[in-house]
């Protein structure tokens, strides 16, 4: 986590450059879109979106929304779709986040979808936000730059209230128009109202030609037209398939071993010991043990830091289903 002084810039291009540097070098900007400040970090590198989590304080992993340009730039993460074009070409760029299946070679950080298969994904409209995703030349994964608990922040001031001393960085444009988040749509594929937002579902219904469904579950129901999507699928996390066992020292019998700190294992979460290390790998490393086909042990995590949401997902991984 980066304990120094946060530094304030502005939108004047030496400070556009200076702030796609720090995401290029792996560090935290904040930076305005027009629904609410983002906290960016480089999408493909699993250490950044780590220090997200980190200097949030988010005490679980939560998929995050990936950021980019234009419709080019998302078609090289996501399987694009006709509906996906339709809905891109009504309100992108905008307050509209889909979620999409992830497309084979994405090259994201598993920590940025929590282990999922799809990607939620959006075009901001802000310029600063825009001009910020062509100096970066990088997809930029960013939740509501607030700690975790606070509300979204819609200035700069906000930001800071929360994160001074925790990022590297915050771009200053002044206060966002929409002051709401963005509206997430399922694709997967019938279009699912997955979170509410700065697009109204009345405005989303009638570009798509037709109602949204609701996830089960949700108050107003799951209509007919999401009744093919199973509430498994919408499970908003990645669980292994293998059995996985907590605080173990050694492999038993068949079991592959993920380490951390003095216990090796087969692979290692962060043989230093490092949270945040262990945190970008986690993931990565329990989709590749699960396709051994072999249960799963873990070695113990300490509960500190990034460990309270690496020990929130474990548990939820071990947990009888
Ligand atoms: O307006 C916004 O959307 C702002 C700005 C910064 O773009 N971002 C934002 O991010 O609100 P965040 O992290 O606070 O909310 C992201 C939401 C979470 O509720 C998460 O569960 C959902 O998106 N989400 C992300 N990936 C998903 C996926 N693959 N499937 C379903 N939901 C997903
Ligand atoms: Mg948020």
């Known amino acids: 986590m980066n304990t120094s002084a946060t530094q304030t810039l502005g939108t004047n291009a030496k400070d556009l ?23 960016g970090a480089d999408a493909r590198n699993a250490q950044a979106v780590a220090a997200i989590y980190a200097a949030k304080g988010r005490p679980s992993f939560n998929p995050l929304i990936v950021h980019v340009s234009d419709v080019e730039q998302a078609k090289r993460y996501v399987q694009w779709s006709d509906t996906a074009d339709g809905l891109a070409r009504a309100f992108w760029p905008g307050a509209l986040t889909l979620v999409l299946p992830l497309k084979d070679g994405h090259g994201l950080s598993a920590l940025v979808t929590a282990g999922l298969d799809t ?49 590297a960085a915050v ?29 109204s579902a009345e405005d989303l219904e009638t570009a798509l030609g037709h109602s949204l469904g609701h996830p089960p579950g949700h108050p107003l129901g799951a209509p007919q037209s999401a009744n093919i999507t199973a509430p498994g699928q919408l499970a908003s ?85």
């Open 17 to 39: 450059r200076t702030a796609a540097a720090l995401l290029g070098a792996g560090a935290l900007v904040a930076f305005p879109t027009e629904t609410v400040y983002g906290l």
């Open 119 to 167: 990607l939620a994904i959006r075009v901001p409209s802000h310029p600063t936000a825009i001009a910020l995703l062509h100096a970066a030349d990088c997809p930029v994964a960013a939740p509501s730059a607030n700690p975790s608990g606070r509300i979204s922040p819609t200035s700069a001031a906000h930001v800071l209230d929360g994160l001074s001393g925790k990022i």
């Open 171 to 199: 771009l200053d444009d002044g206060p966002c128009t929409v002051g709401l988040e963005s509206t997430i749509v399922g694709l997967t594929p019938v279009p699912i109202l997955l979170r509410a937002g700065g697009v």
């Open 237 to 321: 996390h990645y669980a292994p398939a293998a059995h996985v066992r907590l605080n173990a020292r050694a492999a038993r019998g068949d079991e592959v071993l993920l380490g951390f700190g003095d216990i090796a294992g087969d692979l290692t979460l962060s043989a230093t010991g490092d949270l945040i290390e262990a945190a970008a790998h986690l993931f990565e490393h329990l989709h590749a043990l699960d396709k051994t086909g072999r249960p799963i042990a873990v070695a113990p995590i300490p509960d500190t830091g990034l460990g309270l949401a690496i020990n929130d997902r474990l548990t939820r991984a071990a947990a009888p289903r």
